[in-house]
């Protein structure tokens, strides 16, 4: 019985290169490529697939957006990221979002094709040294609005642009951006979202 795949990367000669050598498995079936998660979650609603293999930085949903939305949606697909980020935040929200498998993308392809084949059987994929590094890491401090307003401060928005975007009060973002930098011990936001960013939690 054949695993039913779909890949999800913005890199059209990685995506490519990646559907290649997993078609060339006889147990393997490519239903659909997808660059962006949106494109990602609407092939997976369309073909139900029993793996999606996705990057993580995508245009519009990441990897992990994606994880997040078909775990509430209780789909039956299970997600493996395929990522160059070693970052020990991402894995421990990729295991939040209910990820199955985690591997690096200069992982041998041998080491990918028995990873689809363990997650699509039920089990779960991590590689030990990124599993080392997470637990070394500790929990992401930052709540979901903190993690929002730093997105937006590292694209150079001020604190009323940001308050508009998430619909909060100019008060209320400095007050975010504020007890982020506190969490992280940073100076500033811009320090403070160099910090996040490197430990995978924006």
């Known amino acids: 019985m054949s695993i039913r795949i779909v890949i999800a990367e913005d890199q059209g000669l990685v995506l490519g290169a990646i559907a290649a050598l997993l078609a060339l498995e006889s147990d393997f079936d490519i239903v659909g490529r997808a660059a962006d998660g949106d494109a990602a979650l609407a092939l997976v609603r369309e073909h139900t697939p029993d793996v999606l293999l996705t990057d993580i930085e995508m245009p519009g949903r990441t990897g992990l957006d994606c994880a997040q939305v078909l775990a509430a949606e209780k789909a039956r697909t299970a997600v493996v990221i395929v990522t160059t980020f070693a970052r020990p935040g991402y894995l421990a929200r990729a295991r939040a979002a209910g990820v199955r498998g985690y591997l690096l993308k200069d992982a041998p392809v041998d080491t990918l094709v028995a990873a689809i084949r363990t997650v699509a059987a039920g089990g779960r994929v991590i590689p030990p040294e990124l599993a080392a590094a997470a637990w ?61 960013r490197a430990n995978g939690w924006l």
């Open 136 to 196: 070394e890491a500790g929990s992401d401090p930052l709540t979901d609005r903190e993690r929002d307003a730093l997105r937006l401060a590292e694209e150079g928005l001020s604190n009323k642009d940001i308050a508009r975007r998430l619909g909060l009060s100019p008060g209320t973002v400095r007050n975010y951006l504020s007890e982020a930098a506190g969490k992280l011990g940073a100076a500033n936001r811009i320090e403070a979202g160099r910090t996040a």
